[in-house]
């Protein structure tokens, strides 16, 4: 089969790869696309968590948001040409490629639709957001959120957090693409941040107040750093995003201290007991309750990866979200 194989910092690689046949629990799956997540990026030019003794990585990863088809099954709930959503836990994802073996419980039964399965993909990150917001619920009716960073994920707290009753929802990005299109998922006020000051604009909105709930889901320093600065005393916050790299990140505790704060941070969707949240994305995108179909911007196929990782990282050509197909 064709994969994509991470060979060192920033190059990725096409190559020849042995199909696994997959052992009992497991499925064989067919790939039809595969989306590049903001973590991959950390990995692959940041080096979060990349020691460079364990280059190149297995076949297929850092992917670990895919849509396939059963090939063969060794799970009695799947059945040999079921499509399904594929959600690996990062460590083991390898959905780079045009077949991958993955363990049954990692995979959610997509309904017949009329959307492409480019489309019903999304709901992985998707079901990402519902998850956080499960773990960590916040009463946001009649108040002003903040949320950092319109990638998928930000956008994905957009509608989440409009459907939850948010009365004046404020977000952030350098992408004007981003930000157009938050506006469709329930966004009141843009701000570009290349060309404004988020804090200023956000103490104009407030009258100096700062905002009243605040999810970081960009995963850079400079705007955890940030975030402690945009919003109230006694406010809760969500560090979805994840770091940019190995370093500690040195905040001003005294002020977090003085206003109270409250932060939580969260992973591990693909680990929760049968992928509820991730079902529960899968039926929002096939019911239509959400549109996803400008989300999915850009999609390359495989022989084109490194294009696709360079695309995602650097944001050209108005892209949203970025995946590769087989």
Not at 131 to 141: E, H, M
Not at 231 to 246: I, N, S, Y
Not at 306 to 311: F, K, L, T, V
Request: proline share 5%; charged share 20%.
């Amino acid at each position: 089969m064709k994969a994509a194989q991470f060979v060192e910092l920033g190059r990725m690689e096409l190559v020849d790869a042995p199909i696994v046949a997959p052992a009992q629990g497991e499925l064989l799956v067919r790939s039809h696309s595969a989306s590049i997540c903001g973590s991959d990026l950390h990995k692959f030019f940041d080096g979060w968590e990349v020691s460079r003794a364990d280059l190149p990585y297995h076949p297929g990863y850092p992917g670990h948001e895919g849509v396939g088809w059963v090939e063969e099954s060794n799970d009695p709930r799947f059945a040999v040409g079921d499509a399904v959503l594929c959600a690996p836990p990062a460590p083991v994802g390898s959905t780079f490629a045009e077949y991958q073996t993955i363990a049954a419980r990692s995979c959610v039964q997509l309904p017949e639709s009329e959307l492409d399965l480019s489309e019903l993909l999304m709901a992985q990150q998707l079901g990402t957001v519902i998850f956080a917001l499960r773990q960590y619920p916040a009463d946001v009716v009649g108040r002003t959120v903040v949320i950092m960073g319109q990638g998928s994920a930000g956008l994905f707290f957009t509608w989440q957090l409009r459907r939850l009753g948010a009365g004046t929802i404020i977000v952030a990005d350098k992408s004007d693409a981003r930000l157009a299109q938050s506006r469709v998922y329930g966004a009141d006020h843009i701000v570009n941040v290349d060309r404004d000051d988020l804090k200023s604009v956000v103490d104009d909105l407030t009258a100096g107040r700062g905002a009243d709930y605040l999810v970081e889901a960009v995963g850079r320093r400079e705007s955890l750093l940030q975030s402690t600065s945009l919003v109230a005393p006694d406010t809760q916050m969500l560090w979805f995003g994840l770091p940019d790299g190995d370093e500690p990140v040195q905040f001003d505790f005294s002020a977090f201290f003085r206003k109270r704060l409250r932060v939580a941070s969260v992973y591990g969707a693909q680990e929760e007991a049968d992928l509820a949240s991730f079902s529960a994305a899968v039926d929002f995108i096939a019911r239509g309750d959400i549109d996803v179909s400008n989300l999915v911007s850009h999609l390359l196929p495989i022989d084109r990866i490194q294009d696709a990782m360079e695309m995602a990282n650097e944001r050209t050509d108005n892209c949203l979200k970025v995946s590769v197909s087989f």
